[in-house]
């Protein structure tokens, strides 16, 4: 069984989004280009896990049209990579499969290491998306420097969140998908009902894939009518969900950023307006 490598939230304006996530305690590190495709992103680095917070606007069309379209339902989270160790190994076992792989790239950038020097990451990924719910795809990431990744020094948020727990996600129709997720993570769901199903990984971290209405319930009191409209683009992440180490620190924290939070089942949970429309779920 696989586990989540990072999430990538497509966004409107780079250092608008760095700001929004600054806000909500997150220590975003300085936007940085992408030198083989033309992209940039900022990241949120915790010790096993990325948020990346991608701007394709500069992007070459080989990456720009595959992204952009998630615009038609606004910004936010539009795709989940999984760990691999070799992108060879990933791109043989998946034809085996019966899948024919995407786009294969390197998404090498300049990093800023905490001693104020510069590094550089060399990581490639590859696609194979599912185009029923193009933005619950899955794709692989291979690190070959993974210091440089996962920096140590980086990985301390003032929010105090630790690690990033996992994802929710919604889906016009659950069931759809669990061939492609089972074949993805090379493995069953943990669990699967009328709801929907969830993988877990095999560090603990979940993606729950669920219908509007399941949604709606796991975040009863947040009004997510104009989020979970669906006819745009089908299927897409909707919450990020983040493990803290004192609760009630980070909603003291969160309060006096001038930030509002929903009280959820031990948990906090942010707007999405006030996350570049994604959930942020504290627990």
């Known amino acids: 069984m696989k586990s989540i490598d ?3 939230s497509m ?3 780079q250092e608008a989004a760095r700001e929004a996530y600054l806000k909500l305690g997150f220590n975003v590190r300085p936007t940085a280009r992408h030198i083989e495709l033309g992209s940039s992103n900022a990241v949120v680095i915790f010790p096993n896990t990325y948020l990346e917070l991608l701007y394709c606007d500069t992007a070459k069309p080989m990456l720009k049209d595959l992204y952009y379209s998630r615009f038609d339902a606004g910004p936010g989270l539009a795709h989940v990579s999984l760990t691999a160790d070799s992108l060879a190994e990933e791109r043989a076992r998946i034809i085996a499969m019966g899948y024919t792989p995407g786009l294969e790239g390197n998404a090498r950038r300049k990093v800023i290491l905490p001693d104020g020097t510069e590094g550089e990451t060399d990581s490639s990924f590859l696609y194979n998306w599912h185009e029923d719910e193009r933005f619950l795809s899955l794709f692989y990431s291979e690190h070959r420097i993974p210091e440089m990744i996962f920096i140590e020094g980086h990985t301390h948020h003032p929010n105090g969140a630790r690690d990033t727990a996992g994802i929710t996600c919604v889906s016009r129709d659950p069931s759809a998908l669990v061939e492609y997720y089972r074949d993805s ?12 199903f969830g993988m877990r990984g095999f560090r603990g971290d979940f993606m729950d894939v669920l219908t509007a209405d399941a949604v709606r319930a796991r975040f009863a009191g947040v009004d997510l009518d104009r989020m979970l409209d669906l006819d745009p683009v089908g299927g897409f992440p909707v919450a990020l969900h983040f493990g803290v180490t004192d609760l009630a620190a980070t909603g003291a924290y969160l309060s006096q950023a001038g930030v509002t939070v929903h009280p959820g089942d031990k948990a906090l949970i942010v707007n999405p307006g006030e996350a570049e429309n994604t959930l942020i779920v504290f627990q």
Do not use: K, T
């Open 185 to 196: 993570w090379g493995g069953a769901p943990a669990w699967s009902d009328a709801r929907g």
């Open 11 to 13: 966004v409107h304006d």
């Open 6 to 8: 990072h999430y990538v």
